[in-house]
């Protein structure tokens, strides 16, 4: 498993033009301009707060939302000024920064060139008219060609399409095409998320009248999927998630591998091997108050890290390491499991070695029934 | 003395659902003076929650009214009211016995219907005098004169003179009452012969112990006496009598023929006092006992358990308080590998077990897991030995049985002409053994049947009721044992029996029911990481099989990195769930899952 020494630091950007109709994350579409700076002031404030001596290394960033490309280009410089002068970042330092197109232009790539952000995660979905109304996104598949013709012509080689299955009148045939579309314009790493229907979104009103495909569609959707990328060199190295050779985004694997990460802004946490910081997810407190004020913490004990450890290293297709296991928590992981764990390696649902323990393709997909018994 | 019956009159409401019984009753206990019009909760008859919504009266109640006629004369009116299922059967005949008349109630919208006819008919077959009352006259589709044709022409009884009342407008409700002195006739007992009471009903109270209710036919029962109950032999000095007013028990000093009432004796339990059994005294008594009496027996046994372990004393508690009131109601532990301790219970019928499994949810605040319900087989054994299973797990391996019988039932259906024939269908289909058809008049007809009662006890009365529109009506009464090949099917999951499964079927049904069932547990069963067979066997031979596959998917893939705070709660809410599931051998089922199995009622 790929392995990072510096810290990773997460940058939440909560504006958006409007809010999907599936989307429950910590976002919203009307922020003024008044609140909007006074939000980015305390979101630099809450940077700089982590000033050191030395300085700490940053080794991955990661602007997510939200959506930061509607950041102006001089809003996402001074946030990355902000970033330069606070913390040590590596020469090969990962720095990624999610766009949804229709809100991209040259002039912010360029700004996003000159902030160093050398990967980007474009949100598609789906290239489908009626798919993407249903989702309630504003962009259509123009706005992604182009976006993604102006991310490769700023020099941004390393991108993300985030696609989604099991949406409302979705086939296989359309999420097929979809597919298609994207893998004529290789990108490095693509990230495919089943459409949950969450409580407290515009989705979950509409549960009742909502066209969800059956979970047979469903799976040969992901079939598909499977399929397809695995042909284009594509590894599926956690759930959710595809990269080709070298592509992973080193980012997430430090919330999978259970490292340290800082996270700044509203409703972001952070993780320094023992605690978690929560920030508040009340936008007025977080501008009026600051961070630091507002921020709560939980100490994890011992028992409560290895399940932790466990249940996000077990989403990764690298699994996890059980030497490393018995060297943090002080006990062998397979202890009193070993015949469960026996059956369902029989079954094919994961691999177990001398070392190492992980999920195989099949496990992922019940990968909650996995651990809700191994955990 | 003989003056006293003569203003007495002793009646019970009868009618087809929804036309208005309970609030009939209520309008006369309202006319009666007995109840203050505020005071009066809805529907004072039926007062059991329960009862309130299925809108069936389940246990017999009664009431003493006091009338002043016009004429100014002085009249005491008991009016009993009647359960109104086949389960109870015997306890509506034996309401009825202690009556001497009937107020039929008929919607005037409506007109006679199905049960109308029954419960008219029952009537007349128990002797009593049937007085008609058209109801709901204020309704504006009510059409009073086609209503008493009806009743003339398919009931034949004289409707001419009949009231025509609106209970809910509480219009021409002293019409009912004035006619019930001339059309229902006066008691005719004898008050120096022996004592001669008729149980009908009996309720446990904490203060007073068992308190029963008679009615008296000969003589008199006063407090200090001494009483014989003439089925078992068994005394009891008589604490207190008195009679039933709208708001409680009223003592008084004797109850003399032709009365209705109460006594308490000390009784410890309803089971010691039966309801059809004569009261007289244990010394001069009387020598013959009122006829049609008969010991009720539970016809249906099924397996109650709680669906957490950790409450099985709470269920002990319950059903022995239940019991209190229920003489029909019985049980003793029993325990099963599937689904641990809990209690082998037996019912008058399956309206009977649903009623219990109701009450005891919620009363008693019980998640309960219920077996599929069984009658008694008997079983003579190769080695002579002779055995009762009310069990399936007690069914014996096939080569120790010499001969197996099951409980044969004497079925009376009676039915309009015009679905003699899907009825007929019906019968065969449960295997009925054809006996005789009689024609009642040229519109009616009674078939004779012999039916198994394990053919009854699934939703018959339903299939019944459905092919003949509601008009039909079933009687039935135990005619014996008789041979008949009988084998256990058992249910395996992953190769293990579920003992909790099992049941005992008729041998050239086994292979359907085997195939139905285990489909059933298929569909029911939810998905997990293995595929689960299923089987269906008789001893060590599988007869049907089926195969849970092993869950696909359930990923929650859209759980974005950071948010660990969330995965773990979704992951310990599933974890959760897993703890109320019931562990069938290897096999984990949602106690929903276990009940969606055990429920047989889809069997057309």
């Known amino acids: ?375 | 003395m003989l003056d006293k019956q003569k203003n007495i009159r002793n009646f019970s409401i009868i009618a087809h659902i929804d036309h208005g019984k309970s609030t009939l009753a209520d309008r006369i206990l309202e006319k009666t003076q007995t109840v203050d019009k505020r005071d009066m909760e809805e529907q004072l008859l039926d007062n059991m929650d329960l009862e309130r919504e299925r809108g069936i009266t389940i246990k017999a109640r009664a009431v003493k009214l006091n009338y002043t006629s016009k004429n100014g004369e002085e009249y005491e009116y008991n009016l009993i009211d009647t359960p109104g299922h086949v389960d109870f059967g015997y306890e509506v005949s034996r309401s009825l016995k202690a009556c001497e008349g009937a107020l039929l109630v008929v919607d005037a919208t409506q007109g006679v219907e199905a049960q109308t006819l029954a419960n008219a008919y029952l009537a007349i077959d128990n002797d009593l005098e049937i007085l008609p009352v058209i109801n709901k006259i204020d309704l504006a589709s009510a059409d009073v004169e086609k209503t008493r044709n009806e009743i003339e022409d398919i009931i034949g009884i004289p409707a001419s003179e009949c009231p025509a009342v609106s209970a809910k407008c509480g219009l021409n409700i002293e019409d009912v009452l004035e006619k019930i002195i001339t059309d229902i006739p006066a008691p005719k007992g004898d008050v120096h012969a022996p004592l001669k009471a008729l149980i009908f009903d009996s309720h446990y109270d904490s203060y007073l112990g068992v308190v029963v209710y008679i009615r008296v036919f000969d003589g008199t029962v006063k407090a200090g006496d001494k009483i014989r109950l003439m089925s078992t032999g068994a005394l009891f000095d008589i604490v207190e009598v008195g009679t039933m007013e709208p708001f409680g028990l009223q003592k008084s000093d004797s109850l003399s023929a032709g009365e209705v009432g109460y006594i308490t004796a000390s009784i410890k339990t309803v089971g010691e006092t039966r309801v059809g059994d004569t009261v007289t005294l244990a010394e001069g008594g009387a020598v013959e006992a009122l006829p049609g009496f008969r010991e009720v027996h539970p016809m249906v046994y099924a397996g109650i358990y709680p669906a957490d372990g950790a409450r099985y004393g709470d269920l002990r508690d319950a059903l022995e308080k239940l019991q209190l009131n229920d003489a029909s109601l019985v049980f003793e532990p029993e325990t099963s590998i599937a689904l641990g301790f809990g209690f082998r219970c037996g019912f008058l019928g399956l309206l009977h077990m649903e009623i219990i499994e109701e009450r005891l949810e919620r009363e008693f605040n019980l998640d309960l897991i219920t077996t599929a319900p069984s009658v008694i087989y008997k079983v003579e054994m190769k080695n002579g030995e002779t055995l009762m299973i009310d069990n399936p797990s007690k069914f014996p391996s096939p080569d120790e049985i010499g001969t197996s019988y099951e409980p044969m039932m004497k079925a009376t259906v009676i039915t309009p002409t015009e679905y003699v024939g899907g009825i007929m269908d019906l019968c065969q289909d449960r295997r009925g053994t054809f006996i005789d058809m009689k024609y009642i008049d040229t519109t009616r007809v009674e078939l004779h049947y012999e039916l198994p009662l394990n053919e009854i006890i699934y939703d018959f009365f339903d299939a019944l009721k459905s092919r003949s529109k509601g008009y039909a009506s079933l009687d039935y009464e135990m005619k014996g044992y008789v041979p008949s090949k009988l084998c256990k099917l058992d249910f395996l999951l992953n190769g293990e029996v579920v003992d909790a499964l099992s049941f005992i079927v008729f041998e050239e049904r086994a292979y359907a029911r085997a195939r139905k069932i285990a489909e059933k547990l298929k569909d029911n069963i939810p998905r997990q990481l293995f595929e689960i067979p299923v089987q269906a066997a008789i001893g060590s031979k599988v007869i049907a099989r089926e195969t849970v596959k092993a869950m696909r998917k359930d990923v929650l893939a859209k759980c974005y990195g950071g948010d660990i705070t969330r995965k773990k709660k979704l992951l310990e809410k599933q974890k959760e769930g897993k703890k109320k599931m019931r562990k069938l051998g290897s096999v984990e089922v949602t106690p929903e899952a276990f009940m969606a199995v055990l429920k047989l009622d889809d069997e057309k």
């Not at chain 1, 407290?200 to 079939?223: C, H, I, Q, W």
């Not at chain 1, 059980?322 to 029989?346: C, I, P, Q, V």
């Open chain 1, 1 to 375: 498993m790929m392995k990072n020494n510096g810290v990773g630091l997460y940058v939440h950007i909560p504006f958006c033009v409007r809010k999907c109709n599936y989307c429950d994350f910590c976002s919203f579409s009307d922020f003024d301009k008044a609140e909007r700076n006074a939000y980015l002031s305390r979101l630099k404030e809450e940077i700089e707060s982590y000033t050191t001596e030395p300085k700490i290394r940053v080794d991955t960033i990661f602007f997510g939302g939200g959506t930061p490309s509607t950041l102006t280009p001089g809003e996402l410089l001074s946030v990355t000024d902000s970033i330069k002068k606070t913390f040590l970042i590596s020469s090969d330092c990962e720095f990624s920064l999610e766009m949804n197109p229709g809100t991209v232009t040259r002039e912010f790539l360029s700004a996003c060139r000159e902030a160093g952000v050398n990967r980007v995660s474009i949100g598609l979905q789906s290239i489908h008219d009626n798919e993407q109304k249903i989702l309630g996104r504003i962009h259509n598949t123009n706005d992604f060609l182009q976006t993604v013709e102006w991310v490769k012509e700023a020099g941004i080689n390393n991108f993300n399409v985030d696609l989604m299955y099991g949406i409302p009148e979705q086939t296989t045939e359309s999420f097929a095409a979809t597919l298609d579309t994207v893998l004529r314009l290789s990108p490095t790493h693509i990230s495919a998320y089943s459409l949950i229907v969450e409580e407290g979104t515009p989705f979950y009103r509409m549960r009742n009248s909502l066209a969800l495909p059956s979970e047979d569609e469903e799976l040969e959707m992901v079939k598909t999927l499977e399929e397809k990328l695995s042909l284009c060199d594509y590894t599926h190295y956690e759930i959710s998630n595809y990269a080709k050779p070298g592509f992973v985004c080193r980012h997430n694997l430090k919330y999978w591998d259970y490292s340290k990460y800082i996270g700044v802004g509203l409703c972001a946490s952070s993780f320094d091997g023992e605690n978690r910081y929560m920030n508040t997810d009340d936008r007025k407190d977080y501008i009026s108050l600051g961070a630091a004020a507002t921020r709560s913490v939980e100490t994890i004990p011992l028992s409560m890290r290895a399940y932790e450890y466990a249940m996000l290293g077990l989403r990764t297709s690298f699994g996890i390491s059980l030497s490393d296991y018995r060297l943090r928590f002080g006990k062998n992981f397979a202890d009193g499991k070993e015949e469960k764990l026996s059956a369902m390696e029989k079954a094919g649902y994961l691999v177990w070695t001398e070392d190492n323990l992980k999920l195989t393709e099949k496990g992922f997909y019940v990968s909650n029934e996995i651990l809700t018994q191994i955990l």
